[in-house]
């Protein structure tokens, strides 16, 4: 079975938050009640400096000013962010890249179609005014999508602010990724977002979602070698706010850029993944289905290849094909809808 049972939820989620009102919603999208999110962590919605007390201006004993330091400069930007400013910098941290229009849909939707989009607008000029985020020279949709195709990036400030913030390092982000890094990162991202939408339209529960490089996995392989399994996505879900199970689901995106005999091979790392024990230790003795959401420029091609993966992992005797859904990424809401029966 790959349902457990849900009368005490054990979520995990990217950053530690304080439980909302409905402890078992994911974090990273707004209410659909308020215009700032209740889902933010509560500790970062005021920031305030670290410091001995002395601020830029305040006299020194020996009569000299303190002079200002860099972190009490990050904290005093720190401190004029709103809950949903902090939630839209996670967000863009978490995925690398995320486009306006991802942006609006996981913290604006709460707001009518027109206001949102320009509010999130706004917000959006504001953090790169504070080089909290920056954009990529290229743009989702080409030049003439103008600033609605903007793709957005965790800046410098942006930067020192999380590091400030958590005490750990932010890992480093590409401003000039290749076409194919940012496509897959941006095609992770709708996924979050579709699954986000459903949630808020109580089509299913979104539990807990996690995104690479935090929904990768460590086992020992044969031999002893440590071995890293990398999903692009985790996520938890439930077909009813009120239903009793919950399923568990490894997410991989696929744009037709790997050969099938590659993703054979990442099937069978689910598989030794499986063997190993440890997803079932840590998840109550059941291990996740394993989602292919597979897509391509040409929908022709995208079906030759999930018609051909499907029978790849039908051949291979070493894999369990019950485990492995393969769809369009458009049917991820209705398989995570039926729930999983295994």
Same mark, same amino acid.
């Given at each position: 079975?790959?349902?457990?049972?849900?009368?005490?939820?054990?979520?995990?989620?990217?950053?530690?938050?304080?439980?909302?009102?409905?402890?078992?919603?994911?974090?990273?999208?707004?209410?659909?009640?308020?215009?700032?999110?209740?889902?933010?962590?509560?500790?970062?919605?005021?920031?305030?400096?670290?410091?001995?007390?002395?601020?830029?201006?305040?006299?020194?004993?020996?009569?000299?000013?303190?002079?200002?330091?860099?972190?009490?400069?990050?904290?005093?930007?720190?401190?004029?962010?709103?809950?949903?400013?902090?939630?839209?910098?996670?967000?863009?941290?978490?995925?690398?890249?995320?486009?306006?229009?991802?942006?609006?849909?996981?913290?604006?939707?709460?707001?009518?179609?027109?206001?949102?989009?320009?509010?999130?607008?706004?917000?959006?000029?504001?953090?790169?005014?504070?080089?909290?985020?920056?954009?990529?020279?290229?743009?989702?949709?080409?030049?003439?999508?103008?600033?609605?195709?903007?793709?957005?990036?965790?800046?410098?400030?942006?930067?020192?602010?999380?590091?400030?913030?958590?005490?750990?390092?932010?890992?480093?982000?590409?401003?000039?990724?290749?076409?194919?890094?940012?496509?897959?990162?941006?095609?992770?991202?709708?996924?979050?977002?579709?699954?986000?939408?459903?949630?808020?339209?109580?089509?299913?529960?979104?539990?807990?979602?996690?995104?690479?490089?935090?929904?990768?996995?460590?086992?020992?392989?044969?031999?002893?070698?440590?071995?890293?399994?990398?999903?692009?996505?985790?996520?938890?879900?439930?077909?009813?706010? @009120?239903? +009793?199970?919950?399923?568990?689901?490894? /997410? %991989?995106? $696929? #744009?037709?850029?790997?050969?099938? !005999?590659?993703? =054979?091979?990442?099937?069978? @790392?689910? +598989?030794?993944?499986?063997?190993?024990? /440890? %997803?079932? $230790? #840590?998840?109550?003795?059941?291990? !996740?289905?394993? =989602?292919?959401?597979?897509?391509?420029?040409?929908?022709?091609?995208?079906?030759?290849?999930?018609?051909?993966?499907?029978?790849?992992?039908?051949?291979?005797?070493?894999?369990?094909?019950?485990?492995?859904?393969?769809?369009?990424?458009?049917?991820?809401?209705?398989?995570?809808?039926?729930?999983?029966?295994?």
């Amino acid at each position: 079975m790959n349902r457990q049972h849900t009368s005490e939820i054990d979520v995990e989620v990217h950053v530690e938050i304080r439980p909302a009102a409905d402890s078992r919603v994911v974090h990273h999208f707004a209410s659909t009640r308020t215009a700032t999110s209740s889902l933010v962590n509560s500790q970062s919605s005021v920031v305030r400096a670290t410091t001995d007390g002395a601020h830029s201006g305040t006299s020194h004993p020996s009569g000299s000013r303190r002079p200002v330091s860099v972190r009490q400069n990050i904290w005093s930007i720190g401190d004029t962010l709103s809950d949903r400013d902090w939630a839209v910098l996670r967000s863009v941290a978490e995925h690398r890249f995320l486009s306006v229009s991802q942006i609006h849909a996981l913290h604006f939707a709460d707001l009518s179609s027109g206001s949102g989009l320009r509010i999130a607008q706004r917000v959006l000029v504001r953090l790169r005014e504070l080089r909290l985020l920056g954009t990529l020279e290229r743009r989702v949709g080409g030049v003439r999508a103008g600033s609605a195709g903007l793709v957005h990036y965790v800046d410098a400030n942006g930067e020192r602010l999380l590091k400030a913030e958590s005490g750990q390092p932010v890992r480093r982000h590409l401003t000039d990724p290749s076409e194919t890094f940012l496509k897959h990162t941006l095609a992770i991202a709708d996924t979050h977002v579709s699954l986000a939408a459903a949630h808020r339209e109580q089509r299913l529960e979104l539990l807990a979602m996690q995104i690479e490089p935090t929904a990768w996995r460590q086992y020992i392989g044969i031999g002893g070698a440590r071995l890293r399994l990398k999903p692009d996505l985790y996520a938890e879900t439930a077909i009813s706010a @009120d239903s +009793e199970y919950e399923d568990s689901w490894f /997410i %991989e995106v $696929d #744009r037709g850029t790997e050969s099938i !005999p590659t993703l =054979v091979r990442k099937c069978r @790392d689910y +598989e030794a993944y499986r063997r190993s024990g /440890i %997803e079932q $230790d #840590r998840s109550e003795g059941t291990f !996740p289905q394993i =989602v292919w959401s597979m897509s391509a420029n040409d929908p022709a091609k995208a079906e030759r290849r999930r018609v051909a993966l499907r029978q790849a992992i039908d051949k291979d005797r070493a894999l369990p094909s019950e485990l492995f859904h393969i769809i369009a990424p458009d049917a991820l809401v209705d398989l995570m809808q039926e729930g999983s029966d295994l």
